[in-house]
């Protein structure tokens, strides 16, 4: 075990060349990680960059099931995730045979199935295609007229997705436990401490606090959005490693973090299971890994091109 600090840091970055590893980051990853990594980004973005990679591994700082995208979409690739037990409350309120219960059930229905990429392969490989909160929207509008739509599982941006397109779906009621601890009371507050300052939430949070933001979109977006904002202060409303990658990259803005009724702001404790010490351990080792039966992630992968085809 190296000691902590600059010699932490030294040692991945020589274990990152001795393997031929590429370092993936989701945007609520710790500072120390999303600054060493190669890419930090959203779920789509984090999609693209494991499809393309040449890299021998890798090393997926997010959720377990972002590590298994990266694995179906690049299956010849050694993918690891430092903590084995980083899992998402969204992904779990969706269990495949739960799904694939209702989808029998339900036969009658001929669904077709979006699922949002917030769950696991034995979703998606049930699905017809994929979306990201980035690309909701589109893959939504592309969906075949004809056909009766089950979007899972988040029950928000499901919501959020049929007001901005107008398509009646029906929707898997599951949710991300960070963002429904949003609330509206906890907003109005923060807001009116910081009257000039712009709200900007994730899909994820619910209808009561969406009403009260100027945008509404995914990780990556907030970028962009609060770059070209003409307002100076932003309230974001979403996990607060998020904070880290827009102060980084619009630094002349300021950016106050999305209060819950009990705390100043939102972490996921998933993401932060992900630590600096693990990632050292995880090059060193080649564990822990993400191995999906082929027969699941060759389903899989139909659904992910798909969505990575209509979203360019
Ligand atoms: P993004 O795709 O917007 O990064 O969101 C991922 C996520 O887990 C939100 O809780
Ligand atoms: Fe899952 Fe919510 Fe954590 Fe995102 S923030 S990984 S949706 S539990």
């Not at 890419?39 to 377990?64: E, M």
């Not at 001929?110 to 696991?120: E, G, L, R």
């Not at 979306?131 to 056909?147: L, M």
């Not at 709200?199 to 509404?216: I, K, N, Y």
Request: one cysteine or more; hydrophobic letters at 40%; proline letters at 5%.
């Amino acid at each position: 075990m190296p000691v902590a600090g600059v010699d932490l840091v030294e040692e991945i970055l020589e274990l990152k060349r001795e393997r031929n590893a590429v370092i993936l980051a989701h945007n609520y990853q710790v500072k120390e990680i999303q600054e060493l990594a190669d890419f930090v980004g959203d779920s789509l973005g984090l999609s693209y960059k494991a499809r393309d990679t040449d890299a021998d591994v890798i090393a997926f700082c997010g959720v377990h099931f972002m590590a298994e995208t990266a694995k179906i979409v690049n299956p010849t690739k050694t993918v690891v995730l430092p903590d084995l037990d980083a899992g998402c409350s969204l992904s779990d309120s969706c269990p495949p045979e739960k799904l694939k219960a209702y989808l029998e059930q339900h036969a009658d229905k001929n669904y077709y199935v979006i699922a949002y990429i917030n769950c696991s392969a034995g979703v998606k490989a049930l699905s017809d295609v994929i979306c990201t909160s980035g690309n909701a929207v589109k893959i939504v509008r592309a969906a075949p007229a004809d056909r009766n739509i089950l979007f899972v599982p988040d029950q928000n941006l499901g919501s959020w997705v049929m007001e901005q397109t107008g398509r009646k779906m029906e929707l898997w009621r599951g949710h991300c436990y960070v963002h429904v601890e949003f609330t509206q009371n906890a907003i109005n507050q923060i807001k009116g401490k910081h009257p000039a300052a712009e709200v900007v939430a994730h899909p994820e949070c619910t209808f009561a606090v969406r009403m009260l933001a100027d945008e509404v979109c995914s990780t990556e977006k907030m970028i962009d959005y609060c770059r070209k904002s003409h307002a100076t202060e932003f309230i974001i409303v979403t996990e607060s490693g998020m904070l880290h990658r827009l102060r980084r990259e619009v630094p002349d803005k300021v950016f106050i973090p999305g209060p819950t009724d009990a705390c100043a702001c939102a972490d996921c404790r998933f993401m932060k299971m992900n630590t600096l010490e693990k990632l050292h351990d995880c090059l060193l080792n080649l564990e822990p890994r993400i191995e999906i039966p082929e027969s699941i992630r060759a389903r899989a992968e139909l659904p992910i091109r798909r969505m990575l085809e209509l979203s360019k």
